[in-house]
């Protein structure tokens, strides 16, 4: 299907308003840096804490902010996670747990400030929250073992027996939690559908136990040396990547078509993070995924151009390379349309649907495809006709 026909346009001739255009974005995007005090790095690299709450009813994220203030735990990144229905929210924090104290000095602390302001009538409770992950199989099974509410001491079982009991009643308790219930017990009577759980049970389990309105589900802590360690590794990816594209196209066409593709690789990278610091947008390994994309889908756009002026070279040997390239440009026109525009309807979909775990990768390949198509003959073209315009001029100089 054809949707563009004898396309004529002087790419070549616009060179400068294109030149003018990417000199405007990228000092938008040195601007934002400066401005903003640099990228707002993600936990990934710069170090932090993951925390995975759940809630019983969906949770206020404007009141789970005012609790969880900078003052307290550092800066703080609050956002939905999972599905609706599941009430899980994702808390991403720059102190490190872990870090000069002890993992679970971080956990109680997090947890006496979320129980403050969404479980306040038992902050002063002597019952245990069985929600709580600091409750795991030892505790239950100390607690039911020295209740023995299924009454085993007077049938005569021994004390082994009456522990195993237990223990496997423990296990059956927190495998419901953190399986059937994902990390949160609605409330005790819910147990009556495990297995080998009797009201007598139930009974003693809310002498010592109650069921939370939240749970801490998960806590993931990244140091700063690991984030170090990502940084480096980052760079590296995108410094090979770089490299093996150089020397493919170097390979399959000639070295100055390498260059250029590299230089506008590295053009639309510049600007697409420019504007991840104008816009303030967290750079996490997700966003990473989204730029090393990006470079392969760029540098695919550039390849089917140079590839085209290869074929036209063939017969069109007495030409300048500007009307090559200006033709080779508009014949895969229609090509770059249809597949960038596809691929570009795709990820702005993502970036308005996808959420903010997703927000990155979507904005990075959002701007990334309208900026590396953009490149192809805005930036790649211009500098390989300039390298042969300079070697046609040293030709006929040395000539001369």
């Known amino acids: 299907m054809e949707i563009l026909k004898e396309v004529s346009i002087d790419w070549w001739g616009k060179r400068w308003y294109f030149f003018a255009l990417s000199g405007i974005l990228l000092a938008l995007g040195i601007a934002g840096f400066f401005i903003y005090g640099g990228f707002a790095l993600g936990i990934d690299f710069v170090g932090g804490t993951v925390v ?72 002063e409770s002597s019952l245990a929250d069985i929600n709580d992950l600091n409750v795991g199989v030892d505790a239950l099974t100390k607690h039911l073992t020295g209740a023995d509410p299924d009454k085993l001491t007077t049938q005569g079982k021994t004390a082994l027996e009456v522990q195993t009991h237990y223990q496997a009643l423990a296990h059956a308790i927190l495998d419901f939690r953190n399986k059937t219930g994902r990390g ?8 009556s559908s ?32 690991v984030g170090s360690d990502l940084r480096y590794r980052a760079a590296l990816a995108v410094g090979l990547s770089f490299l093996g594209m150089l020397v ?8 100055i078509y390498g260059v250029g593709a590299i230089i506008a690789l590295l053009h639309d990278i510049a600007i697409t993070i420019g504007l991840f610091a104008l816009a303030q947008m967290e750079i996490s390994l997700i966003t990473l995924a989204g730029l090393l994309t990006l470079v392969g889908y760029s540098v695919n756009d550039k390849i089917v151009i140079f590839d085209r002026v290869r074929e036209n070279l063939r017969t069109m040997r007495k030409d300048p390379m500007k009307k090559i390239l200006n033709l080779s440009i508009n014949q895969t ?22 959420g903010e775990v ?43």
Not at 344 to 353: K, M, R
Not at 368 to 385: D, M, Q, R, W
Not at 386 to 400: D, F, G, I, S, V
């Open 184 to 191: 949160l017990i609605n409330n005790l009577e819910s147990l």
């Open 248 to 255: 493919y196209i170097g390979f399959r066409f000639k070295p």
């Open 194 to 225: 495990v297995a080998g759980v009797t009201p007598a049970v139930i009974e003693s389990l809310k002498t010592h136990y109650y069921a939370g309105p939240f749970a801490v589900t998960g806590v993931d802590s990244i140091g700063a040396v």
């Open 52 to 123: 995975t709450l759940k809630f019983r009813q969906p949770p206020d994220l404007d009141l789970l902010r005012n609790t969880l203030k900078p003052e307290t735990l550092g800066t703080t990144v609050i956002q939905r996670f999972g599905e609706v229905r599941d009430n899980s929210v994702m808390v991403r924090m720059q102190r490190v747990f872990g870090a000069g104290e002890n993992v679970d000095t971080g956990h109680r602390e997090l947890q006496a400030l979320l129980r403050k302001t969404f479980d306040p009538e038992n902050v």
């Open 358 to 400: 997703l927000g990155g990768f979507a904005f990075a390949l959002t701007v990334g495809i309208l900026i590396g198509t953009y490149s192809s003959f805005a930036v790649a073209s211009p500098l390989v006709e300039w390298w042969y315009r300079t070697a046609e001029a040293k030709a006929r100089k040395r000539a001369a």
């Open 333 to 354: 026109l229609a090509r770059t349309i249809m597949t960038g525009g596809m691929t570009f309807l795709s990820v702005l979909t993502l970036l308005i649907l996808g």
